[in-house]
């Protein structure tokens, strides 16, 4: 990079011979201005801000010294040449002091003024290098804190969740380690984050599991929440579920952490159901003085969030709120279920549903906080609705929905509050198909449709019925249109249609295989008798039927907050 030059001297040969006679180009320099006093000097420095100042010691108005002095305080990297006499060495000394480079005796020979031109050149580029190399050591070294800082987050959570996993960093000092990530503990806890979605916003969903984009807002109001109120929160990168740890530096009394974190929990819930429409439950482990101890304070809110299948109504659980329960009712729960078997019979819908919320009582009892235990004892319940339903109708697949189905939502059932709306929901369709003059068939009419049912996807015919059943094809027509109003025909669609429709609603079943697989050789005449049945094709109700699938199986709690 070219160096530009200011030449001072009061002397127009002097100054005229330096300009001209030195090779600039060879030096890597430009001379930008001269002149011919101090005076007119200081300003052509001002204007020119040069690399190099040649100037003469002894000029009118300011001395060379004056000059130099100037360089070294506006430009400090710059360097001064001073041209002096002998007689002027003292002159030249002061200079050396004020920061002038080098100094060159008259008369003035070109080759050392070349050689200190190019000395100066060169510790300038030295310079230049040097604190170019500095400047990009410390934009360097910025960068890396900078992506320190960046990358702490996650790498605090890692180190959370290998401590939750039982699986510390291997060959580093525990200490070591924390005290470069800047995490401090003298007690610690646990706290785990779900939505409390109800059953309806549920359905094709087996969980309720947080989104990842929602679990990183909910994080962040943890977060500030815990700041405020002089702890730490750190997310644990478990994608299944939102996993804090809250971490107190300082050793506090029991109960002020646990008021310290019940607060944060009370206002995560509240900011998640106002900002983001997501109804959530968190379950606080034990408290620990050890980070070691995060995967027993892990295991121990888990097994606490299972508890709030039974405990609805707490949106924040605790240890100590847990009760034990009993032995006392074990041995009553199988009779528990045949009263309400009986009630299911002989009382009415509004009966039998608050009898039913007796049953929901004595089942979560029983089950002493297994899930597990409690869902099959509520399976069991659903099953005995349905074959009631079935003795008295003889048709299994009147409740439009197959008995997996109905398991299936039982499984999926969030908690025993969702799980009394359900069943209530259940009995009262069942009992209002009962109630609303669904007629109990005789005997002959049921094995009939009992046969249709069962063969429907057969070769049938009405002939063929009646010999199953030992009577005459004329008495078994006139039996089916008294008791059921359709005849043989009519029975035998119904029961196929209802059947396809069931088969659409599997989304590996295909339109075009259904009408086969329920009695149907040709696919037009399927397609005839579904449309004039349904009001819409088979390929239509499939169609439905898949887009409601996707729907509820992808709930956007989100949406609410536009």
């Not at 002095?69 to 041209?83: A, G, H, R, V, Y």
């Not at 399976?379 to 109905?406: H, M, P, Q």
Request: charged share 25%; proline share 4%; aromatic share 6%.
């Amino acid at each position: 990079m070219n160096k530009s030059v200011v030449v001072i001297d009061d002397k127009p040969l002097i100054r005229k011979a330096i300009v001209q006679t030195i090779n600039w180009s060879k030096l890597n320099c430009t001379v930008v201005g001269q002149a011919e006093d101090g005076v007119e000097g200081k300003q052509v420095i001002l204007d020119c801000r040069p690399d190099i100042l040649i100037t003469d010691i002894k000029m009118p108005g300011l001395s060379g010294l004056d000059l130099a002095e100037l360089m070294q305080t506006t430009f400090p990297l710059s360097k001064t040449i001073l041209i002096t006499g002998y007689q002027d060495f003292e002159y030249a000394q002061r200079a050396v002091r004020l920061g002038a480079y080098d100094f060159i005796v008259k008369p003035v020979r070109n080759d050392e003024l070349e050689r200190v031109i190019s000395l100066a050149v060169m510790e300038m580029d030295n310079r230049h290098l040097e604190l170019s190399h500095t400047e990009s050591m410390s934009e360097a070294m910025s960068k890396l804190k900078e992506q320190h800082q960046s990358s702490l987050p996650f790498l605090r959570s890692k180190y959370v969740t290998g401590l939750i996993d039982g699986s510390p960093e291997p060959g580093t000092q525990p200490q070591e380690i924390r005290d470069q990530l800047g995490i401090s503990c003298s007690r610690c806890a646990i706290l785990i984050v779900r939505s409390k979605m109800s059953f309806a916003t549920m359905q094709g969903s087996d969980s309720t599991r947080i989104k990842l984009d929602m679990q990183a807002k909910l994080a962040d109001i943890a977060r500030n929440s815990a700041a405020l109120r002089e702890f730490e929160v750190i997310e644990s990168l478990h994608h299944d579920e939102l996993v804090l740890a809250g971490l107190f530096a300082k050793p506090l009394p029991p109960r002020e952490i646990k008021m310290k974190l019940q607060s944060v929990c009370h206002e995560l819930i509240a900011k998640a159901r106002n900002h983001y429409g997501l109804i959530c439950c968190i379950a606080v482990s034990p408290q620990y003085k050890q980070l070691e101890d995060l995967s027993h304070a892990h295991r121990e809110a888990s097994i606490l969030m299972d508890s709030n299948f039974f405990r609805a109504e707490e949106p924040v659980l605790f240890p100590e709120n847990t009760h034990a329960a009993g032995d006392a009712c074990k041995h009553s729960i199988i009779r528990d279920l045949e009263q309400f078997n009986q009630i299911l019979e002989h009382a009415s819908g509004e009966e039998t549903v608050l009898h039913l919320e007796k049953v929901l009582g004595q089942i979560t009892e029983y089950s002493e906080g297994n899930i597990l235990v409690a869902k099959g004892l509520l399976s069991d319940v659903c099953l005995a609705a349905a074959r009631y339903y079935f003795r008295l109708t003889g048709d299994e697949f009147g409740l439009n929905k197959r008995i997996d189905e109905i398991l299936g939502d039982v499984y999926r059932l969030p908690d025993m509050k969702a799980a009394s709306d359900y069943l209530a929901s259940f009995v009262k369709e069942i009992k209002c198909k009962l109630e609303s003059g669904d007629k109990e068939y005789s005997l002959v009419v049921k094995k009939s449709v009992d046969y249709i049912n069962n063969h429907f996807s057969e070769n049938l015919s009405l002939t063929l019925v009646a010999e199953h059943l030992g009577i005459s094809s004329s008495y078994l027509s006139r039996l089916l249109r008294q008791e059921t109003g359709i005849n043989f025909v009519d029975l035998v669609y119904k029961a196929r249609i209802d059947a396809a429709k069931r088969l659409l609603k599997d989304p590996r079943n295909k339109v075009n295989e259904v009408g086969e697989m329920v009695g149907y050789k040709e696919y037009a005449y399927f397609y005839q008798v579904f449309k004039k049945i349904e009001g819409i094709s088979p390929k239509e109700y499939k169609n439905r039927g898949n887009e409601m699938r996707s729907a509820s199986a992808n709930p956007d709690p989100e949406s609410k907050d536009g």
